[in-house]
């Protein structure tokens, strides 16, 4: 049963770094997809930027514990 203590009277909101994440990582394949069936080098370089700067945006591994 549900009562109305247990329904979150405000969406959660997400962290906006997290978003850019998202879509550096997905434009990152997007590149490597590009770069690997062209066979041209530049997307490739593109490609790893952008899974880096995903990676520093929403990595987990780069906040202190708590």
């Given at each position: ?7 979150d ?11 850019l ?18 066979d041209?080098t530049a ?24």
């Open positions: 049963m549900y009562n109305h203590s247990m329904i009277k405000e969406p959660r909101k997400r962290d906006p770094r997290k978003r994440s998202i879509v550096f990582l997905i434009l990152g394949i997007v590149f490597l997809a590009v770069g690997i069936s062209t041209q997307f490739t370089w593109i490609a790893i930027a952008y899974v880096l700067i995903a990676l520093l945006l929403g990595g987990r591994w780069l906040r202190p514990r708590k």
